[in-house]
Structure formats: C-alpha cells, structure tokens
C-alpha cells in the first residue's frame, strides 16, 4: 500500500486557457473603464473651470472699478462789476493805467466761467451717466448754477465735457459778512471760489455686472482781478478733492 503510494506521479497546475471572445471581453471592459476616467476627469476639471474661472474674472477684468472726474481748466468771460468804484485799489496790469482809491457800498461782479470736465473710466465697459450738476458759491452764497450733460465713457477712454456757467455775485448793507468779503476782494485784486459737482451713473459689464456710481467733486479756486481795460479775472491757484461711491 505504501509503494503505491510512493510510485503515484504527483499531479501538475494546469494553466487555463483562455479563448478569443474572452480576451476581447476583456479589453473591451478595460477600454469602457479607462473612457469612464477620461468621462469623469473631463466633467471635473469642466466643472472646476466653469467655477473658478467666472469668480477670477469677477475679481480681476470685470471687476467695477472707480471712473474719475477732473476739472482741467476754467476760463472767465464778459467780467463786469457794478461800477468804477468797485475796483478801488485793484492793481492794474497796464502800469499806465491808474487805479481809483474810492469804495463801493453796493459791490457786485458778474461773469462767465467756461469749464473744461473730463471723466476717466477705468474699465473695461462702458460708464453711461445722467445729467449732473456744477454749483459755485462765494463763501457758502450760491453764485452760479449750470446742468452737466449726460454722457457716455467708453471703456478704458476718457471722455471731455465742456461747461458754462454763468456767475452773479453782490453784496449790500443787508448781507454784511458777504459785503466786507466782497469789498476786499476787489480791493486786493484777488477773490476765492468754491465748486461743487455730482455725476451719477452705473457700469454695466455684459449686462451681468453691474454697478450704480456716484461722483462728487469740490474745488476752491482763487482767482486774480485785474483793472485793464477791459476788466478780466484769471485763475490763480485751484484745489480739488473727488470722493467716488460704489
């Protein structure tokens, strides 16, 4: 029993076959799982895109940025003051040319100021804005009052507006601070003034983004009076301070 045993051949592994359909099954299947991975990277990396990218874009290109205004320059037209005596002690430029040492209790100086405005727009569409409004005050007396016109600054332009504004400014007994302001101005030959403008509009960015705007901008001007012949004023010096409001 023992020899037979011993004298039985020990059985070999036997290698599975594997027949032409199943290996076809089998790539197939790898071929559907390595285009479900594809499927699945393409759909991720889309939605990260579609995500991510709209929020770099907001933050970056189309993010609102604050349109400026500036007052270039001021040029004063048909200057008339109220009498000879209004310009007692003014100094003359034509040194021929004598000046009067009399006073006037009712001073009054009426011209007009022709205003060169420009709105700068920094982004990348367009700042449409209504019709604004440039005041100018004597200390803190209304002297003059005009209507900015609406206007359209195209993306990264800007865009020039020009301005007439007619001022009347007097003084009598019956306003005395203003009276004693006006009566040494024109003696010294030298006056201050302040403006106030606002602007209000909206950016608009592929009619998506969109922003309301508000400009306000304060200047003090001070301007030189001289006696020739015609009577003129110049600007001396002019600060200006804007403040924008998204």
């Known amino acids: 029993m023992v020899e037979e045993d011993q004298a039985r ?88 040319t004598p000046t009067t040492t009399t006073t006037s209790t009712n001073p009054s100086i009426n011209m007009t100021m022709l205003a060169d405005m420009s709105v700068k727009n920094p982004n990348v569409a367009s700042f449409k804005f209504k019709p604004g409004t440039t005041i100018l005050y004597y200390y803190g007396s209304e002297a003059g009052v005009a209507r900015n016109p609406a206007g359209n600054a195209k993306a990264k332009k800007t865009m020039h507006m020009n301005l007439t504004i007619d001022l009347y400014i007097q003084a009598d007994s019956s306003t005395p601070s203003k009276l004693e302001h006006l009566t040494s101005d024109l003696k010294s030959g030298e006056m201050s003034m302040d403006s106030y403008t606002i602007l209000d509009g909206r950016v608009n960015v ?41």
Do not use: W
């Open 9 to 96: 051949p020990f059985a070999y592994a036997t290698t599975p076959t594997v027949t032409g359909d199943e290996e076809a099954t089998s790539l197939q299947s790898q071929r559907k799982l390595r285009r479900k991975k594809f499927c699945i990277c393409y759909i991720s990396v889309s939605l990260v895109i579609g995500l991510v990218l709209p929020l770099v874009l907001i933050f970056t290109v189309f993010k609102v940025k604050k349109p400026t205004m500036t007052l270039n320059s001021v040029q004063f037209e048909k200057v008339s003051i109220s009498n000879s005596t209004s310009l007692a002690g003014i100094p003359s430029l034509n040194p021929t």
């Open 206 to 246: 592929l009619n998506i983004f969109k922003k309301n705007v508000e400009i306000k901008m304060n200047c003090t001007m001070t301007l030189a009076i001289s006696s020739g012949s015609p009577v003129s004023v110049s600007l001396k010096d002019m600060q200006c301070k804007s403040k924008v409001k998204l």
